[in-house]
């Protein structure tokens, strides 16, 4: 089961406070409906659902295309989030261990007898997916012992009692065994089935309507779809009965999963020192991370940090995102595991919803540079001592008419921002701009020398997507 770091109809959720419906601008509005509508036309995925985060608040939420072959698309149609569901298995340990019934570093073998190297692998380790055991459901496609119903047992008996795939705490590797470990260990500790307990403590009080996704098949339910290579679009059969159990087992909407966005932003129903853990990237034996911390990756990009995972399940593939500092986040699931729409769609929204970080005072001046050499070059009017060597090398007769005869018919450019901040690199500093005009948005790759009057070592433009 990959990790993952789509328009008949739709019905838009009628918000509480119309001051918080407003936190989207029509504009906005407009262009969430725009990306989400052409992604589902250009992809072919069937449908997406969608919950927009902003301020700390939910501020939009809309169902668009086909839910299933029969019945009405509605915005609070339950999808199966998969591995999305791995964050809930691990604030379910985090609130055992509050509760003082066990801790993040018992080993496994002290709940869960039998598992290869279950006297040193930790409950952390499992978490992290720094343990060590061999995950069960790598492929991509419903293999042949999952038309069979399972049970969380039979998993651990068939792979977790396989040798390591390496000692325990010196590399990463994604496995939904350890997580069917954890979640018999939330059973056995709790004396509840796991989505019991999650009702009783996690989504009852914050208002998140969930199901086991091997019930929420069926009239009512969204059906997921795939696609062989480039064949037709067709309905696929899900899953037996057992097979994402607490490594994916959770449906809901994208509004509930959206309210669990929030809850990590108030830092409510976990302690602030328990989500803090669970977002505190885990380190190998090295010293190294690859940022993943208790159920959820962390990171940074374009100048915002996030919080994110996403999930597959048979026909379906999702995407949350939380960015804190910017009190936001994109939820978006799709009824497709063919297509990565729902990637595509997680970014585009992302860029529509985000702020772009505050420039300083070396950014401005270089945005005024750029500026004025694009409008140079679609001119044809480049002055050459801006340039350094290299740059005067490559911006060759043809090249240079190249540029001009290709952008001076697009004309001014709608916009002309940078993307993300600066970094050094190879003794210059990179920027990247976003020059927007109807139709088509252009990528402008800069480096620059150090200093004020620096002058231009690259300056690249290729199409991208809008």
Known sequence: MIL??????????????????????????????????????????????IAIVRGGRIVYVKAYGKQAETGTTRDDAPYQIASISKQFTAAAILLLQRDGKLSLDDTVAKYVPGISGGETITIRQVLSHTAGLEDY?????????????????????????K??????????????????????????????????????????????????????????????????????????????????????????????????????????????????????PVKLTDGTTNGYGLGVFTGAGNGH??????GEAVGFLSENIVYPDDKAAIVVLTNS??????????????????????????????????????DQIRSGTLDRSRLTENANFYFTATTLG???????????????????????RGGFVNRVYRVSYPGITLA?????????????EQFLIAPTQQ
Request: aromatic share 10%; proline share 7%.
């Open 444 to 456: 402008l790759s800069t480096y620059v020398e150090p200093g004020s009057n620096g002058k231009i």
């Open 4 to 49: 993952f770091r789509t328009l008949f109809s739709a019905l838009l959720l009628t918000l509480a406070s119309p001051g918080l419906a407003q936190s989207l601008t029509p504009s906005e509005t407009q262009r969430v409906d725009r990306t989400v509508t052409a992604t589902l036309a250009k992809s072919g995925v069937p449908s997406a659902s």
């Open 305 to 310: 940090r996030f919080i994110e995972h996403s």
């Open 337 to 374: 595991w063919s297509n990565e729409a729902f990637k595509t769609l997680a970014q585009k929204l992302s860029g529509i919803v985000l702020k772009a970080p505050a420039l300083d005072s070396a950014d401005i001046a270089a945005l005024a540079q750029a500026r004025s050499v694009f």
């Open 137 to 161: 459901w790598p492929q991509d496609y419903s293999f042949k012992a999952m038309a069979t119903p399972v049970t969380p047992q039979q998993i651990v008996d068939r792979w977790a009692k």
């Open 163 to 280: 040798p390591l795939d390496f000692t325990p705490g010196t590399q990463w590797q994604y496995s939904n065994t350890g997580y069917v470990v954890v979640g018999m260990i939330v059973e056995k500790v709790s004396g509840q089935p796991l989505l019991d307990f999650l009702q009783t403590r996690v989504f009852k009080p914050l208002g998140i309507t969930a199901y086991d996704q091997d019930l929420a098949i069926g009239p009512g339910f969204p059906q997921g779809y795939g696609r062989a290579a480039l064949g037709p679009v067709r309905p696929v059969t899900p899953a037996a009965h057992g097979w994402l159990y607490a490594a994916g087992e959770l449906s809901m909407s994208a509004k509930s999963l959206a309210l669990w966005d929030v809850a990590r932003l108030d830092r409510a129903v976990l302690t602030p020192e328990d989500w803090a853990a669970q977002e505190t």
């Open 402 to 424: 190249d540029y001009r005869n290709s952008l001076a018919p697009l004309g001014t450019p709608r916009s002309f921002a940078q993307m993300g901040t600066a970094r050094l």
